[in-house]
């Protein structure tokens, strides 16, 4: 049974910065590709951004392009979401996936392992 674990969330104010982690139970690079996905109170969650397994492709929601970075780094089993001048707009749990294919997905239903997510809050 793969385990993802998230953690770096916080509260912060509007134009700070944040650096999400997801740490897996085995080695990513035997999971494949992996993806950010977000949950605002009351919406459905959400396409961030992904990472093919090799980390060559990257993904983002047009809401995020610019801002956010997704990398990996298969030594470590881990998965990072650098996230630059937040919004009120991006408070929401993050939640880190991975799925067995090696390319890149932006939709929930293709991603097989998930983490229980790390809440993020942006004041204004």
């Known amino acids: 049974q793969v385990q993802l674990v998230e953690s770096g969330g916080g509260l912060v104010q509007a134009g700070d910065s944040l650096r999400l982690s997801c740490v897996a139970s085995?080695?990513?690079?035997?999971?494949?590709?992996m993806g950010w996905f977000r949950q605002a109170p009351g919406k459905e969650r959400e396409f961030a951004a992904a990472?093919?397994?090799?980390?060559?492709?990257?993904y983002y929601a047009d809401s995020v392009k610019g801002r956010f970075t997704i990398s990996r780094d298969n030594a470590k089993n881990t998965v990072y979401l650098q996230m630059n001048n937040l919004k009120p707009q991006d408070t929401a749990v993050y939640y880190c996936?991975?799925?067995?294919?090696?390319?890149?997905?932006?939709?929930?239903?293709?991603?097989?392992?998930w983490g229980r997510g790390t809440q993020v809050t942006v004041s204004s």
């Open positions: 996936a991975g799925r067995s294919s090696v390319v890149v997905a932006t939709t929930s239903n293709e991603y097989n392992y």
């Open positions: 085995i080695s990513t690079f035997s999971i494949g590709a």
């Open positions: 990472i093919s397994r090799s980390g060559r492709t990257t």
